[in-house]
């Protein structure tokens, strides 16, 4: 899978990022200070733009590394030694459905979390179990195949 994910990097699409994690209060830029429960969130975006999923490489090596300042919401997940980037799920569409997978989700949320443009509430959510059967199934919702690398 690791092939498979890296060949479509040039492409574009959503995805989803999937982070462990115990409970915590943290920073996240305009936000402030939020609590995380312990568990799983689920980060859902875009990768749409002439980088394609490169973004998703980015976020990876940010998560490995974490030696930048954080410039997006979730990059202060990918930086913070409390959440530990689980997987990472890629669907190559040119559609804008981001929002739609973000529905799909739902749950708790983390208002604001990573939609400050588009109308949605949040594409921040948590579960308590492992949610990667649920993604899986959200993409085949959206008629979207999807390609899952676990990280850890």
């Known amino acids: 899978l690791k092939d498979e994910l890296f060949r479509i990097m040039n492409r574009r699409g959503i995805y989803c990022l999937v982070f462990k994690n115990p409970w915590v209060s943290s920073s996240v830029g305009a936000l402030g200070k939020l609590e995380f429960s312990p568990g799983w969130h689920i980060y859902v975006g875009s990768a749409l733009g002439n980088a394609g999923f490169s ?7 940010l998560s490995a590394v974490k030696d930048r300042k954080p410039r997006w919401h979730v990059d202060y997940l990918l930086v913070s030694p409390y959440f530990t980037l689980d997987s990472v799920f890629c669907g190559e569409t040119s559609g804008r459905l981001e929002c739609r997978l973000a529905g799909l989700l739902g749950g708790r949320e983390v208002p604001g979390f990573g939609c400050s443009d588009c ?8 579960r308590k179990e492992d949610p990667r059967e649920e993604i899986f199934s959200a993409f085949n919702d959206l008629n979207i195949p999807v390609h899952m690398k676990n990280i850890k």
């Not at 973004?55 to 090596?61: C, Q």
């Not at 109308?119 to 948590?126: E, I, M, P, Q």
């Open 119 to 126: 109308r949605c509430t949040s594409h921040l959510f948590w």
């Open 55 to 61: 973004r998703v490489r980015r976020h990876m090596l």
